[in-house]
């Protein structure tokens, strides 16, 4: 059964950091791309960051702050968040993509961001 699972939300002072983890099963190298969004109250989920292959892409509003990264060795999807702002609260999401399947999703962890 493929399952996303995220952890490593919480709360952070603005200008703090957060790295958030994904674990996926039974492995990560079935998923083609994989990629975080977010969703606030009241809006629409929006990509955070996504990775195909060796190439990543980045929300304008997170390039230079965030990183994605995968663990191969430990089926593991990371965002390295830094230099958080209030307008980075939002629930985090998992996302992967399988060839000819529908996407995968987690359920989500929150961040919350203090001023």
């Known amino acids: 059964q493929v399952q996303l699972v995220e952890s490593g939300g919480g709360l952070v002072q603005a200008g703090g950091s957060l790295r958030l983890s994904c674990a996926a099963s039974?492995?990560?190298?079935?998923?083609?791309?994989m990629g975080w969004y977010r969703q606030a109250p009241g809006k629409q989920r929006e990509l955070v960051a996504r990775v195909g292959g060796w190439s990543a892409d980045y929300a304008d509003s997170v390039k230079g702050r965030f990183t994605i990264s995968k663990d191969v060795g430990k089926n593991t999807l990371h965002l390295q968040m830094n230099s958080l702002k209030p307008e980075d609260p939002a629930r985090y999401y998992c996302h992967g993509q399988r060839p000819f399947d529908l996407p995968s999703w987690g359920q989500g962890t929150p961040v919350t961001v203090s001023s």
């Open positions: 039974p492995s990560i190298s079935i998923f083609n791309a």
